[in-house]
């Protein structure tokens, strides 16, 4: 496991920034096109939450290696005010600001494991993994 970098998200260009960063460490793992679109989508709504309801926060990249797999983590850590309720916000069709309500069911679903943690008041940890196949 080798975290790639990250990108501290603040502001819009930030969040083009860190899809830039996954889509060129998916490319270099081998990631097809699909696959690569997949990743820079989750990182995309990953990166917006962010911006939308913590304010900032930071996407890293990670590499991984294990049992001869190869994939690729996005972890998403904010400090911002916490999700009160996971099991809510991971329901379709759910939204807070207003969007599609893709949020972090999308992700969910564009990814191979997906794992929230979240304090209100203190802040969220949401990773997400995506194996080549």
């Known amino acids: 496991m080798e975290i790639q970098s990250c990108v501290k998200i603040t502001n819009e260009w930030d969040i083009v920034a ?8 998916a490319k270099d793992l081998g990631f097809g096109t699909v696959d690569q679109a997949r990743i820079t989508t989750a990182i995309s709504e990953l990166a917006r939450n962010i911006y939308l309801y ?12 294990e049992n001869g797999k190869s994939g690729v983590r996005i972890i998403a850590l904010d400090e911002g005010p916490g999700i009160k309720d996971i099991r809510k916000v991971m329901e379709d069709g759910f939204s807070t600001s207003g969007g599609l309500g893709a949020g972090l069911p999308g992700v969910k679903r564009l990814m191979d494991e997906f794992n929230v943690e979240s304090t209100p008041g203190e802040g969220t940890d949401i990773r997400a993994t995506k194996w080549l196949r």
Do not use: D, Y
Not at 18 to 25: D, E, F, I, P, T
Not at 54 to 65: F, H, P, R, T, V
């Open 18 to 25: 860190a899809r830039q960063l996954g889509r060129n460490v």
């Open 54 to 65: 913590a304010g900032q926060g930071q996407i890293c990249i990670e590499k991984l290696s």
